[in-house]
Structure formats: structure tokens, C-alpha cells
Nanobody
Framework: QVQLVESGGGLVQAGGSLRLSCAAS????????MGWFRQAPGKGREFVAA????????YYLDSVKGRFTISRDNAKNTVYLQLNSLKSEDTAVYYC??????????????????WGQGTQVTVSS
């Protein structure tokens, strides 16, 4: 079992920045693809970013490319999502997730086996 706990969300003005953290416990996540998803009110859960096991491969939703950066520190068993140049449409609950079996479908919620409880990001315009 892997437990994932997100933190770092909050209220920020448009153009501001936040750094989300996802701390894992119970098992090392160094061999897992890790992803970040978000869910706005009344909408489905949406892929935001993913990072490969070696951190050499990263993937992003087109609308966040150049603004968000995913990274990982396997020694700390933690994944990060740096959010810059935030926009009101980035407002959502952000979730991190772990893909244990490496399906290769990093953009798909069904590929992930473990999820955190989410952290709220609210961007005021």
C-alpha cells in the first residue's frame, strides 16, 4: 500500500505561484510513474502532468506547458508540481497519483493505482 498526501495548495492571485508537494509513505515510489490531476467544480478529473521513473520523461497538459513543472525527489519519496503564472481556470482540487504497473497511459485516471486526498488551489482574478 502507498499513502499519498498532497500539500501546498491555497488562494493566490492570478499571475502568482504555488508549489504543490505529494509525500508518499508505505512504499518507495521511485519505480512508479507519478501523475498530477485536477478537478474543477462540476467537471471531470483532468490530467495535468506526469513524470517517469527516472524523472527524465515529463508530460504536460497543453494548457499548462511552460507554466507548470513536475519534479520528483526519490530520496524524499516526494513529487512536486510547481505552478507559475496561474490563471483563474487553474482553480481546482489537485490530486497526485501513482501508477504502479506502468501502463504507459500516463494521461488516464484508470492507469493509476493510488491517489491522494487532494489539495485545493484557488486563483482569484
Amino acid at each position: 500500500q502507498v499513502q499519498l498526501v498532497e500539500s501546498g495548495g491555497g488562494l493566490v492571485q492570478a499571475g502568482g505561484s504555488l508549489r504543490l508537494s505529494c509525500a508518499a509513505s508505505g512504499r518507495s515510489i521511485s519505480n512508479y510513474v507519478m501523475g498530477w490531476f485536477r478537478q474543477a467544480p462540476g467537471k471531470g478529473r483532468e490530467f495535468v502532468a506526469a513524470i517517469g521513473r527516472s524523472a527524465g520523461n515529463t508530460y504536460y497538459l497543453d494548457s499548462v506547458k511552460g507554466r507548470f513543472t513536475i519534479s520528483r525527489d526519490n530520496a524524499k519519496n516526494t513529487v512536486y508540481l510547481q505552478l507559475n503564472s496561474l490563471k483563474s481556470e487553474d482553480t481546482a482540487v489537485y490530486y497526485c497519483a501513482a501508477d504502479v504497473d506502468y501502463t504507459g497511459r500516463y494521461y488516464w485516471t484508470g492507469a493509476y493505482d493510488y491517489w491522494g486526498q487532494g489539495t485545493q488551489v484557488t486563483v482569484s482574478s
